[in-house]
């Protein structure tokens, strides 16, 4: 049909339907064919709704896809037509006649009018979720179609939060290079953590402390995934060290970064990146700040540290060695901001903090990072046989771990126990395998001396005490229990803080003061991050705040605000929830080989040897995919329409219209509320809806009824179950189920015997049933039909489900011969009722509605306006008011349409007039 | 002539509410075995005019009141209460079975069902520092419930309570010999007269000593005092909290007062006891207690929770063998527990524990399985 065009004084009359299954789609279809113009809101990326879920319908046997989509197809082709997918009511004013409404569209991330609908990006997609128009039967990739005869014809991407991403101080896309390592797409996985703007790989793959694998979701089926040593396998394995071009420079604007460990290096990677010229200067003769100078060798191979910063500097990133800022006559921060128009300060914490005993200032008493930093730059430390380390944490434990390497004996001398330590549980362990010494509760008193050389060191035994300010036990000394131990070199390592003075930036103690979100400090343009902010932490934390002063320094220089859209807060992992796309089978994670402890202490080499390809794999493909899209950008690549867009954001759009229809459907009862039938339990168990998708041509199996690969012999359907229910429902919060009938599963149950019939050849097919209610046209008619077919019913509803070997039986009482009966099966279908829509609350509150007692949007009256809400000028059709089949649901929505055309004829008759409006309640 | 008043009697009970759809009987496990077919008997007492005769129905007395009928029925028809309903109209001529008298006049008389004496109650505490909840006072009354107190193994239940609660910091105190009968299997045997006594009786002793929260290690003590009770006598009652000692454990747990440095290192599958599962909805808390304990491997039976198999002990049939004496429940339950594969079937509740050992006796299956309280299993592992 022609639809024509009726305005009234250039005013468009509209209405707005809110859900586009088959009721939907035919109220606007009537109401667009009449001439007016109609907003399709549908929250799903497609329209089409339950109809097109179901294979057959009855009692004709028409198939359902057949007769949908011609009807779906209509909705695009007509010009009066304006579909919204992925789209939700938020808000409605006004009132009959002239509501305004607030929609809000959801980011597909894929531009629907590009998109041709081609499937490459799904081909190159990693993740696979279940598919839930499938009855989650199957999965889908992240970036999927919902069916093939979607429409709009787009896909659409799945994006949620993923707790590793969020718990990491860098947000690297975690998922999105393990998905590529799952893959066998190494060389992409190390592109991708590069692309995140973090330059260190397999530094961080190496000596990172991992706070991502602690809130690996993993861990609630067995271990967290090994993530750190993917990020070292993405590097050993992905790169060919080969050096990139030159990055282009787009912007006058020159940027100092002060520091060249990794808070600083990433800074200056990122921003020249993006364009800006940038030169970093830093104190020590080389760089990579702490990761070189701090960092043991055997933990972090000197090869791996300077391909990274070469890299870095093939990119243009400028380095300035041996120029002390603000001292040692280097150029001060005033001097650098008369040439560079924004300065990062990352100047690490490279102080130490002192012992406090009489004799610490002896020959023989080093502290442990000029100790690490002279042995790691200069390769030259003379230490004695016998050394002891002061401290417990990472600093101490490498150095012990060196002087191991130098061939002493090392004792480490910690105040409190091994549970305060704060070195990393799995670096104690390996120091102790190679054979340090462990000695808790000590504390040193004074260093002893005899001719200047050190000749031991006295400690006191400590206990302890009540938790002070760090949550740890304090410890005390106990009078009298002091001791000596005979070494003849000591290396402290009790703390490291910020050397800040004379930087001419505000300082806290000795660390510098920042906003924490944007990184300014007191000075306009300088910025700063890392250790020298939030004293000595970790190479993680470092390289996220390199990334966080490269935004802010763009953001400033290019006069943006440096605010916007940026937060430091994230979903808690605690409530993220996973669904894997299959069940989870238990597997541990893969270890790493590493080096013998006695071929370790003989020298520097890596003690960790990284895992295999095939570990790699094998760890990588043990990720859930918490976020479903991974970000790995492989979308992108394939797409030959560039419709991809990751950065697609929520928008919000308003609309005028006289009247609104509200079709938005059901949902399934969930099964698992009656946990007497052990759905989820057992594989033989499926929903009704499930078995639709089964038996469909288009479904998983391509219409084929099978349970675990095989075709049943012997079918069980139930009836009844979630409906015309009252029972009390132990130890949960609902009191009860649902009293209603759900009028449709008879006779589906009907419909869906026959096709078990139909399908499976001799199988022997029993209804468990209370009562039959084949009330419709061609029903009662369809319900013999069915019974001479052989499908037995049998009168009882079924008490519960319990296994017997790889068989489930049924068991009921059969109240026509008043026994109990046990009916073996190896596919039990359950006629799950219709419930309301689990978001119908939120509907309810955003359009006034009022709801009826089972949950269903309340009519005015239930035999004469069974389509006007407690609203006027807001309709009703289809499920959302009640369950219905499908001619009642269509006949239903024209109703619906019609009273919304009699409101817009009205409106458009008035504004032709000319008069003011009167738009009487409907 | 047994004759009740059929219609009055159906409308006390709700009985016209009835679809006949047979769940109730479908999942009855005594269905299984005897006439007892609960569906049915409303059926004919709704079609009985106004007299019903319940001359020959022994399967009356079959019933364990596990609640199964009444947790699957889609119209909140409470099968089992009209069976207790109608044994009553045999306890009032007083036509009961022997043992059922004698427990019953046990329970008048020594305040127990055992048929042992009133001043032996505390023998178990012997040995063991316990407050006397009278004399000293305490935040908790542990009622320890007639089996445990008398029953050799029953106290051992009741000795490992007691120190798991010690080592969980818990303030309680027991009433010695002064405990009475809770009396939950006086109204399941149809004597609602001598329980509505003892609730008088036991509700004066919780007054006078103003205690307001209890736990118990009997799932059966524990619903009656927190279902039945209440709904006895003058109304409002003083507030009482009632919890089942696994409840307990389980909130113990989570708070970290209760931790479990032993080992126990075994499979262990968890018998659900119908008055703890079925009839109030406790099936985690058992679970969280034996997952929080380190080394112990928990594997589910195929019939769990909501599904959980009667052991037939409840609803007085400790005392009576029922009209198919043959193969017990129990058995049949000790059999799904040896399919898992599990060294110790562990439950909560002194009758399963009673049922269940005595089935794995009968069945030779000593070498195989245990049978063990949480508690005992708790003990084990601090």
Request: hydrophobic residues 40%; aromatic residues 6%; neutral net charge.
């Given at each position: 049909m022609n639809a024509p065009d009726m305005r009234g004084n250039g005013r468009s009359h509209a209405a707005l339907v809110v859900g586009a299954g088959i009721a939907g789609i035919q109220a606007a279809l009537d109401i667009a064919d009449a001439g007016f113009k109609v907003y399709l809101v549908e929250k799903s990326p497609s329209i089409g709704g339950r109809m097109s879920q179901l294979d057959k319908t009855f009692p004709t046997l028409d198939c359902s896809s057949c007769i949908l989509t011609p009807k779906m197809a209509d909705v695009p082709r007509n010009p009066n037509i304006n579909l919204l997918t992925c789209t939700q009511v938020k808000e409605v004013q006004g009132q009959a006649g002239g509501f305004h409404i607030t929609l809000e569209r959801e980011p597909r991330y894929v531009d629907e009018s590009a998109c041709t609908g081609c499937g490459l990006c799904a081909d190159a997609c990693p993740v696979s979720v279940p598919n839930t128009f499938n009855a989650g039967l199957d999965s889908h990739k992240a970036i999927y179609r919902v069916f093939p005869q979607a429409v709009p014809n787009a896909f659409k991407i799945d994006k949620r939060e993923s707790p590793c991403k969020n718990t990491c101080p860098a947000h690297i896309p975690v998922q999105g290079y393990v998905a590529l390592i799952a893959q066998g797409k190494f060389r992409e996985a190390y592109q991708r953590v590069l692309e995140a703007g973090v330059p260190f790989v397999g530094t961080l793959g190496r000596v990172c402390y991992h706070p991502c694998e602690s809130e690996c979701k993993r861990a609630d089926w067995d271990e967290a995934v090994s993530i750190c040593a993917l990020k070292r396998f993405a590097y050993d394995a992905g790169t060919d060290h080969t050096k990139p071009e030159p990055a282009p420079v787009k912007y006058a604007e020159r940027v100092a970064v002060i520091g060249a460990g990794p808070a600083g290096l990433t800074t200056a990677y990122n921003l020249t990146l993006r364009g800006y010229k940038v030169t970093v200067f830093d104190a020590l003769p080389a760089p990579g700040g702490m990761l070189a100078a701090g960092i043991p060798e055997y933990r972090l191979p000197r090869t791996v540290l300077s391909d990274e910063i070469e890299y870095i500097t093939a990119l243009g990133v400028e380095l300035k060695m041996s120029t002390p800022i603000g001292r040692d006559g280097g150029p001060t921060l005033d001097d650098l901001r008369k040439e560079y128009q924004a300065v990062f300060m990352a100047i690490g914490a490279h102080g130490s903090s002192r012992l406090g005993v009489p004799g610490e200032d002896m020959p023989g008493v080093y502290q442990a990072v000029p100790f690490l930093r002279h042995l790691n730059i200069g390769h030259e430390a003379a230490i004695g046989k016998k050394v002891a380390v002061i401290g417990g944490g990472n600093s101490a434990i490498d150095a012990a771990r060196c002087a191991l390497r130098l061939g002493a004996e090392v004792q480490l001398v910690y105040r409190r126990s091994r549970t305060e330590m704060p070195a990393a549980a799995w670096e104690v362990a390996s120091a102790e395998e190679e054979g340090v010494k462990l000695t808790f509760l000590s504390a040193p008193t004074k260093v002893l001396e005899k001719d200047g050389r050190v000749t031991g060191i006295e400690c006191i035994r400590m206990e302890l005490g009540e938790p002070d300010s760090s949550g740890r036990r304090r410890p005390v000394p106990i009078p009298g229990s002091e001791y000596v131990l005979d070494v003849d070199t000591v290396i402290a390592a009790i703390g490291q803080n910020v050397?800040?003075?004379?930087?001419g930036v505000e300082t806290k103690w000795d660390r510098l003061v920042v906003?924490?979100?944007?990184?300014?400090?007191?000075?306009?343009?300088v910025f700063a991050g890392g250790d020298a902010v939030i004293g000595p932490a970790s190479v993680v934390e470092a390289v996220g705040a390199g990334i966080q002063a490269a935004e802010s320094i763009h953001r400033y220089l290019r006069g943006m605000d440096l605010r916007e859209g940026r937060t430091q807060t994230h979903p808690n992992a605690k409530d993220i929830k996973v669904v894997p796309a299959s069940p989870v089978k238990r597997a541990p994670r893969e270890r790493m080989q590493e080096l013998s402890a006695v071929d370790r202490i003989n020298g520097f080499k890596e003690v960790e040897l990284g895992l295999t390809q095939e570990q790699a794999i094998a760890e990588a493909q043990r990720c859930l995919e918490c976020a479903v899209c991974s970000e790995c950008m492989q979308c992108v690549d394939a797409c030959q329409r560039g419709a991809i867009q990751h950065d697609d954001k929520a928008r919000h759009m308003e609309v005028d219209v006289e009247t609104v229809i509200v079709a938005t459907g059901f949902d399934v009862f969930d099964p698992h509320r009656k946990p007497e039938f052990g759905y989820g339990q057992y594989p033989q168990i499926i929903t009704s809806l499930e078995f639709e998708r089964l038996a469909s041509a288009s479904g998983p199996t391509a219409g084929k009824i099978l349970i675990n690969g095989q075709m049943p012999k012997k079918v069980v359907f139930i009836q009844c179950v979630g409906s015309r229910d009252k029972s009390i429902s132990l130890g949960r919060d609902d009191d009860t189920l649902h009293p209603y009938c759900s009028r449709v599963c008879c006779m589906a149950v009907a419909k869906q015997a026959h096709l078990a019939h139909d399908r499976l050849p001799g199988a022997a097919i029993t209804v468990f049933y209370m009562d039959v209610r084949a009330f419709g046209k061609g029903f009662e008619e369809f319900y013999d039909r069915v019974r001479k077919e052989g499908i037995t019913y049998r009168r009882g509803n079924p008490s519960e489900i319990i296994r017997r070997g790889y068989k489930v039986v049924v068991r009921a009482e059969d109240t026509l011969i008043g026994e109990q009966v046990e009916v073996e099966a190896d596919l039990v279908v359950l006629a799950v009722g219709m419930q309301p829509r689990a978001d119908m609350e939120i509907l309810s509150r955003t359009l006034n509605l009022s709801r009826s007692e089972d949950g269903f949007f309340l009519e005015s009256?239930?035999?004469?306006?069974?389509?006007?809400?407690?609203?006027?000028?807001i309709y009703l059709a289809g499920c959302c008011q009640g369950p219905k089949d499908i001619p009642d649901t269509v006949a239903h929505a024209k109703a619906a349409a019609s009273a919304a055309m009699i409101m817009l004829n009205r409106s458009l008759a008035t504004s032709i007039a000319g008069e003011g409006a009167d738009y009487a309640a409907n | 002539m047994l004759q009740i008043e059929s219609r009055q009697f159906a409308k006390e009970q709700g009985l016209f509410a009835c679809v006949q759809c047979g769940k109730c009987t479908g999942g009855c496990p005594m269905a299984m075995k005897t006439k007892l077919n609960p569906r049915d008997l409303i059926y004919r007492l709704l079609i009985a005019g106004n007299g019903f005769n319940l001359e020959g129905r022994e399967e009356l007395w079959d019933c364990t009141t596990c609640s199964t009928c009444y947790s699957r029925c889609p119209k909140q028809v409470n099968p089992m209460e009209a069976i207790i309903a109608m044994r009553s109209a045999f306890v009032e001529k007083g036509r009961v079975h022997p043992n059922v008298k004698t427990a019953l006049e046990s329970i008048f008389r020594q305040g127990n069902p055992l048929k042992m004496s009133r001043s032996d109650r505390a023998n178990w505490t012997k040995g063991m520092q316990i407050k006397s909840i009278a004399e000293q006072g305490a935040e908790y009354l542990f009622y320890v419930g007639c089996t445990p107190s008398y029953d050799p193994r029953g106290q051992k239940v009741a000795r490992s309570m007691v120190q798991v609660m010690n080592a969980a910091g818990v303030d309680f105190g027991i009433l010695g010999n002064d405990e009475n009968c809770c009396a939950s299997e006086a109204r399941r045997l149809g004597e609602l007269g001598l329980f509505e006594g003892m609730v008088e009786m036991n509700e004066e002793i919780f007054k006078d000593l103003e205690i307001t929260k209890l736990f118990t290690i009997s799932p059966h003590c524990f619903n009656t005092f927190k279902n039945d009770y209440p709904k006895v006598?003058?109304?409002?009652k003083r507030p009482m909290q009632v919890q089942h000692y696994t409840q307990m454990l389980s909130g113990l747990v989570k708070e970290q007062r209760l931790k479990f440095?032993?080992?126990?290192?075994k499979k262990v599958t968890y018998h659900d006891p119908c008055y703890l599962g079925k009839h109030n909805g406790i099936f985690d808390e058992p679970r969280n207690v034996l997952k929080s304990i380190p080394g112990l491997e928990l594997i589910e039976m195929d019939r769990s929770r909501e599904k959980s198999l009667c052991c037939e002990g409840g609803g007085g049939r400790m005392w009576l063998e029922g009209t198919?004496?043959?193969?017990?429940?129990a058995q049949l339950r000790v059999q799904e527990a040896l399919e898992t594969g599990a060294e110790i079937l562990a439950t909560a509740c002194p009758f399963c524990l009673s049922t269940l050992d005595e089935a794995v006796k009968h069945l030779n299956a000593e070498e195989k399985i245990r049978v063990l309280d949480i508690a005992e299993i708790a003990v084990q592992a601090l």
């Amino acid at each position: 049909m022609n639809a024509p065009d009726m305005r009234g004084n250039g005013r468009s009359h509209a209405a707005l339907v809110v859900g586009a299954g088959i009721a939907g789609i035919q109220a606007a279809l009537d109401i667009a064919d009449a001439g007016f113009k109609v907003y399709l809101v549908e929250k799903s990326p497609s329209i089409g709704g339950r109809m097109s879920q179901l294979d057959k319908t009855f009692p004709t046997l028409d198939c359902s896809s057949c007769i949908l989509t011609p009807k779906m197809a209509d909705v695009p082709r007509n010009p009066n037509i304006n579909l919204l997918t992925c789209t939700q009511v938020k808000e409605v004013q006004g009132q009959a006649g002239g509501f305004h409404i607030t929609l809000e569209r959801e980011p597909r991330y894929v531009d629907e009018s590009a998109c041709t609908g081609c499937g490459l990006c799904a081909d190159a997609c990693p993740v696979s979720v279940p598919n839930t128009f499938n009855a989650g039967l199957d999965s889908h990739k992240a970036i999927y179609r919902v069916f093939p005869q979607a429409v709009p014809n787009a896909f659409k991407i799945d994006k949620r939060e993923s707790p590793c991403k969020n718990t990491c101080p860098a947000h690297i896309p975690v998922q999105g290079y393990v998905a590529l390592i799952a893959q066998g797409k190494f060389r992409e996985a190390y592109q991708r953590v590069l692309e995140a703007g973090v330059p260190f790989v397999g530094t961080l793959g190496r000596v990172c402390y991992h706070p991502c694998e602690s809130e690996c979701k993993r861990a609630d089926w067995d271990e967290a995934v090994s993530i750190c040593a993917l990020k070292r396998f993405a590097y050993d394995a992905g790169t060919d060290h080969t050096k990139p071009e030159p990055a282009p420079v787009k912007y006058a604007e020159r940027v100092a970064v002060i520091g060249a460990g990794p808070a600083g290096l990433t800074t200056a990677y990122n921003l020249t990146l993006r364009g800006y010229k940038v030169t970093v200067f830093d104190a020590l003769p080389a760089p990579g700040g702490m990761l070189a100078a701090g960092i043991p060798e055997y933990r972090l191979p000197r090869t791996v540290l300077s391909d990274e910063i070469e890299y870095i500097t093939a990119l243009g990133v400028e380095l300035k060695m041996s120029t002390p800022i603000g001292r040692d006559g280097g150029p001060t921060l005033d001097d650098l901001r008369k040439e560079y128009q924004a300065v990062f300060m990352a100047i690490g914490a490279h102080g130490s903090s002192r012992l406090g005993v009489p004799g610490e200032d002896m020959p023989g008493v080093y502290q442990a990072v000029p100790f690490l930093r002279h042995l790691n730059i200069g390769h030259e430390a003379a230490i004695g046989k016998k050394v002891a380390v002061i401290g417990g944490g990472n600093s101490a434990i490498d150095a012990a771990r060196c002087a191991l390497r130098l061939g002493a004996e090392v004792q480490l001398v910690y105040r409190r126990s091994r549970t305060e330590m704060p070195a990393a549980a799995w670096e104690v362990a390996s120091a102790e395998e190679e054979g340090v010494k462990l000695t808790f509760l000590s504390a040193p008193t004074k260093v002893l001396e005899k001719d200047g050389r050190v000749t031991g060191i006295e400690c006191i035994r400590m206990e302890l005490g009540e938790p002070d300010s760090s949550g740890r036990r304090r410890p005390v000394p106990i009078p009298g229990s002091e001791y000596v131990l005979d070494v003849d070199t000591v290396i402290a390592a009790i703390g490291q803080n910020v050397e800040s003075t004379g930087m001419g930036v505000e300082t806290k103690w000795d660390r510098l003061v920042v906003d924490p979100l944007t990184l300014e400090t007191s000075v306009k343009g300088v910025f700063a991050g890392g250790d020298a902010v939030i004293g000595p932490a970790s190479v993680v934390e470092a390289v996220g705040a390199g990334i966080q002063a490269a935004e802010s320094i763009h953001r400033y220089l290019r006069g943006m605000d440096l605010r916007e859209g940026r937060t430091q807060t994230h979903p808690n992992a605690k409530d993220i929830k996973v669904v894997p796309a299959s069940p989870v089978k238990r597997a541990p994670r893969e270890r790493m080989q590493e080096l013998s402890a006695v071929d370790r202490i003989n020298g520097f080499k890596e003690v960790e040897l990284g895992l295999t390809q095939e570990q790699a794999i094998a760890e990588a493909q043990r990720c859930l995919e918490c976020a479903v899209c991974s970000e790995c950008m492989q979308c992108v690549d394939a797409c030959q329409r560039g419709a991809i867009q990751h950065d697609d954001k929520a928008r919000h759009m308003e609309v005028d219209v006289e009247t609104v229809i509200v079709a938005t459907g059901f949902d399934v009862f969930d099964p698992h509320r009656k946990p007497e039938f052990g759905y989820g339990q057992y594989p033989q168990i499926i929903t009704s809806l499930e078995f639709e998708r089964l038996a469909s041509a288009s479904g998983p199996t391509a219409g084929k009824i099978l349970i675990n690969g095989q075709m049943p012999k012997k079918v069980v359907f139930i009836q009844c179950v979630g409906s015309r229910d009252k029972s009390i429902s132990l130890g949960r919060d609902d009191d009860t189920l649902h009293p209603y009938c759900s009028r449709v599963c008879c006779m589906a149950v009907a419909k869906q015997a026959h096709l078990a019939h139909d399908r499976l050849p001799g199988a022997a097919i029993t209804v468990f049933y209370m009562d039959v209610r084949a009330f419709g046209k061609g029903f009662e008619e369809f319900y013999d039909r069915v019974r001479k077919e052989g499908i037995t019913y049998r009168r009882g509803n079924p008490s519960e489900i319990i296994r017997r070997g790889y068989k489930v039986v049924v068991r009921a009482e059969d109240t026509l011969i008043g026994e109990q009966v046990e009916v073996e099966a190896d596919l039990v279908v359950l006629a799950v009722g219709m419930q309301p829509r689990a978001d119908m609350e939120i509907l309810s509150r955003t359009l006034n509605l009022s709801r009826s007692e089972d949950g269903f949007f309340l009519e005015s009256h239930p035999k004469l306006r069974t389509v006007e809400s407690s609203v006027p000028g807001i309709y009703l059709a289809g499920c959302c008011q009640g369950p219905k089949d499908i001619p009642d649901t269509v006949a239903h929505a024209k109703a619906a349409a019609s009273a919304a055309m009699i409101m817009l004829n009205r409106s458009l008759a008035t504004s032709i007039a000319g008069e003011g409006a009167d738009y009487a309640a409907n | 002539m047994l004759q009740i008043e059929s219609r009055q009697f159906a409308k006390e009970q709700g009985l016209f509410a009835c679809v006949q759809c047979g769940k109730c009987t479908g999942g009855c496990p005594m269905a299984m075995k005897t006439k007892l077919n609960p569906r049915d008997l409303i059926y004919r007492l709704l079609i009985a005019g106004n007299g019903f005769n319940l001359e020959g129905r022994e399967e009356l007395w079959d019933c364990t009141t596990c609640s199964t009928c009444y947790s699957r029925c889609p119209k909140q028809v409470n099968p089992m209460e009209a069976i207790i309903a109608m044994r009553s109209a045999f306890v009032e001529k007083g036509r009961v079975h022997p043992n059922v008298k004698t427990a019953l006049e046990s329970i008048f008389r020594q305040g127990n069902p055992l048929k042992m004496s009133r001043s032996d109650r505390a023998n178990w505490t012997k040995g063991m520092q316990i407050k006397s909840i009278a004399e000293q006072g305490a935040e908790y009354l542990f009622y320890v419930g007639c089996t445990p107190s008398y029953d050799p193994r029953g106290q051992k239940v009741a000795r490992s309570m007691v120190q798991v609660m010690n080592a969980a910091g818990v303030d309680f105190g027991i009433l010695g010999n002064d405990e009475n009968c809770c009396a939950s299997e006086a109204r399941r045997l149809g004597e609602l007269g001598l329980f509505e006594g003892m609730v008088e009786m036991n509700e004066e002793i919780f007054k006078d000593l103003e205690i307001t929260k209890l736990f118990t290690i009997s799932p059966h003590c524990f619903n009656t005092f927190k279902n039945d009770y209440p709904k006895v006598g003058e109304q409002p009652k003083r507030p009482m909290q009632v919890q089942h000692y696994t409840q307990m454990l389980s909130g113990l747990v989570k708070e970290q007062r209760l931790k479990f440095y032993g080992e126990f290192a075994k499979k262990v599958t968890y018998h659900d006891p119908c008055y703890l599962g079925k009839h109030n909805g406790i099936f985690d808390e058992p679970r969280n207690v034996l997952k929080s304990i380190p080394g112990l491997e928990l594997i589910e039976m195929d019939r769990s929770r909501e599904k959980s198999l009667c052991c037939e002990g409840g609803g007085g049939r400790m005392w009576l063998e029922g009209t198919n004496p043959g193969t017990r429940l129990a058995q049949l339950r000790v059999q799904e527990a040896l399919e898992t594969g599990a060294e110790i079937l562990a439950t909560a509740c002194p009758f399963c524990l009673s049922t269940l050992d005595e089935a794995v006796k009968h069945l030779n299956a000593e070498e195989k399985i245990r049978v063990l309280d949480i508690a005992e299993i708790a003990v084990q592992a601090l």
